[in-house]
């Protein structure tokens, strides 16, 4: 089995690469470990940076995205020392986020790739990339009724995200790893509950941190600071929506909508970024390049960037001859996945803080509440907010 470009896993960075190759008339192939059922309903970002929109409507993946996701432009911060709100719209770039749940873009990337011809072959897992490193990558795969193969290509695409095979057949020695933990926890919760703010919600507040987040009119994302170590289902449902409520201050700001939870899960807030994001004709990109914590929304969108980035690098190799595309890959995409994580390494750090009465929590906390009162007060540190938090 052969062709021009492997594409490992089928999530926004292979499946935005596999459309854009194929626009470009390069032959490609993408190898997804899933069913598409799978893919159509897991659910996991949902902010849409401006940019990542121009992307997507600059090659006609953003129909889905017009109809049905929403602007969205205000962050409304709670703290011991009252409310504030910020319009990033008007701040900064003046741009805005489109709500758009992944999995509903994942939904419109996968219908346009196959209706233009386009090959995903469905539960079929890369084992390992061989010989990225000679000129001629082969991929080792168990296919969906559990039989070993092998595809030949000229490029592989590791979109396979953190746990993939890309990642794993780097030899040891040719890629930098930079792992932090960032030392918090995080429960992701979906709630079928409509919002309860027209704004993304961020309470601080001494029992730890929670976040309010939408995703459509029916269906509303909070997130719950979590003692490390405990599984997502410890607590009853009455409990989350009473921590929730407690922490968002609602008996001054108003209750929450409350409704059935879907979803739990756990996410320890980690980053972890490889370079450099080529390793010969295997390119990393998406999550399998650079992990970042959900904290500032930059996960999907980084991978949209970065296989917009490389299709158009492939392209410029495979059909005219010029690899200077593949060769720069690798530390454009630094360049704007070292500005993400910075971001939201601030993020964590204005969210969450040390708890405990001892001296170092309570200066960590007299910090905190000092970058919010100039988030709350200076001009251009909300310029400054505004630009990095739509911005990729
Ligand atoms: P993935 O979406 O993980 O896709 C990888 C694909 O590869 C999967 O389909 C997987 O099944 C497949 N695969 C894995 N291994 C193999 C294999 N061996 N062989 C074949 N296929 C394989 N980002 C934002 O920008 N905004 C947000 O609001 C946001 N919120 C988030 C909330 C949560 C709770 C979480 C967990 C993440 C959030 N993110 C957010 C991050 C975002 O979801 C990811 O960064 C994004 O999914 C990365 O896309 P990807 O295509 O690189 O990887």
Same mark, same amino acid.
């Given at each position: 089995k052969a062709t021009d470009v492997l594409i490992l896993g089928a999530g926004p960075a292979g499946l935005v690469l596999g459309n854009l190759l194929q626009d470009h008339g390069v032959d490609c192939v993408v190898l997804e470990r899933a069913e598409p059922a799978h893919l159509r309903t897991r659910a996991r970002a949902g902010f849409l940076a401006a940019g990542t929109v121009r992307i997507l409507e600059r090659h006609g993946l953003a129909d889905g995205l017009h109809r049905h996701g929403r602007a969205h432009s205000t962050c409304e911060f709670r703290t011991t020392d009252g409310r504030f709100r910020l319009d990033? +719209?008007? @701040?900064?770039?003046?741009e805005r986020h489109t709500v758009y749940p992944q999995q509903q873009l994942v939904t419109d990337l996968l219908t346009r790739f196959t209706a233009a011809g386009g090959r995903v072959e469905f539960a079929t897992e890369a084992v390992a990339v061989l010989g990225?490193? =000679? $000129?001629r990558p082969s991929v080792t795969v168990r296919e969906a009724d559990g039989r070993p193969a092998t595809w030949r290509a000229r490029y592989v695409a $590791?979109?396979?995200?953190?746990?993939?095979a890309a990642r794993r057949s780097?030899?040891?020695? +040719?890629v930098r790893r930079h792992h932090h933990d960032h030392g918090v926890t995080w429960l992701g919760l979906l709630a079928e509950?409509?919002?309860? @703010?027209d704004a993304v919600g961020y309470a601080v507040h001494e029992r730890g941190f929670a976040g309010h987040m939408a995703r459509t009119r029916e269906i509303t994302r909070y997130y719950l600071q979590y003692e490390r170590g =405990?599984?997502? $289902?410890?607590? +009853?449902e009455d409990r989350i929506w009473d921590e929730l409520e407690l922490r968002m201050r609602t008996t001054q700001y108003g209750p929450l909508r409350r409704g059935r939870i879907t979803q739990r899960a756990v996410v320890d807030l980690e980053s972890d970024v490889l370079?450099? @994001?080529?390793h010969g004709a295997l390119f990393l990109v998406g999550d399998a390049a650079g992990l970042i914590s959900p904290s500032a929304a930059k996960g999907a969108n980084l991978a949209v960037l970065a296989a917009s980035l490389l299709a158009r690098a492939l392209a410029d190799d495979l059909l005219? $001859?010029?690899?200077a595309g593949l060769d720069a890959y690798s530390a454009r995409c630094l360049t704007s996945i070292w500005r993400a994580q910075e971001f939201s390494h601030w993020m964590i750090g204005l969210l969450h803080g040390p708890s405990g009465p001892d001296g170092a929590a309570l200066f960590h906390d007299a910090l905190r509440r000092s970058r919010l009162a100039s988030l709350r007060t200076s001009r251009s540190h909300q310029d400054w907010f505004a630009e990095h938090y739509v911005g990729v």
């Amino acid at each position: 089995k052969a062709t021009d470009v492997l594409i490992l896993g089928a999530g926004p960075a292979g499946l935005v690469l596999g459309n854009l190759l194929q626009d470009h008339g390069v032959d490609c192939v993408v190898l997804e470990r899933a069913e598409p059922a799978h893919l159509r309903t897991r659910a996991r970002a949902g902010f849409l940076a401006a940019g990542t929109v121009r992307i997507l409507e600059r090659h006609g993946l953003a129909d889905g995205l017009h109809r049905h996701g929403r602007a969205h432009s205000t962050c409304e911060f709670r703290t011991t020392d009252g409310r504030f709100r910020l319009d990033y +719209s008007r @701040l900064g770039r003046g741009e805005r986020h489109t709500v758009y749940p992944q999995q509903q873009l994942v939904t419109d990337l996968l219908t346009r790739f196959t209706a233009a011809g386009g090959r995903v072959e469905f539960a079929t897992e890369a084992v390992a990339v061989l010989g990225a490193d =000679t $000129g001629r990558p082969s991929v080792t795969v168990r296919e969906a009724d559990g039989r070993p193969a092998t595809w030949r290509a000229r490029y592989v695409a $590791g979109c396979d995200g953190r746990h993939g095979a890309a990642r794993r057949s780097l030899p040891a020695g +040719s890629v930098r790893r930079h792992h932090h933990d960032h030392g918090v926890t995080w429960l992701g919760l979906l709630a079928e509950a409509p919002p309860s @703010l027209d704004a993304v919600g961020y309470a601080v507040h001494e029992r730890g941190f929670a976040g309010h987040m939408a995703r459509t009119r029916e269906i509303t994302r909070y997130y719950l600071q979590y003692e490390r170590g =405990t599984p997502a $289902g410890a607590w +009853s449902e009455d409990r989350i929506w009473d921590e929730l409520e407690l922490r968002m201050r609602t008996t001054q700001y108003g209750p929450l909508r409350r409704g059935r939870i879907t979803q739990r899960a756990v996410v320890d807030l980690e980053s972890d970024v490889l370079e450099p @994001l080529r390793h010969g004709a295997l390119f990393l990109v998406g999550d399998a390049a650079g992990l970042i914590s959900p904290s500032a929304a930059k996960g999907a969108n980084l991978a949209v960037l970065a296989a917009s980035l490389l299709a158009r690098a492939l392209a410029d190799d495979l059909l005219h $001859g010029d690899p200077a595309g593949l060769d720069a890959y690798s530390a454009r995409c630094l360049t704007s996945i070292w500005r993400a994580q910075e971001f939201s390494h601030w993020m964590i750090g204005l969210l969450h803080g040390p708890s405990g009465p001892d001296g170092a929590a309570l200066f960590h906390d007299a910090l905190r509440r000092s970058r919010l009162a100039s988030l709350r007060t200076s001009r251009s540190h909300q310029d400054w907010f505004a630009e990095h938090y739509v911005g990729v």
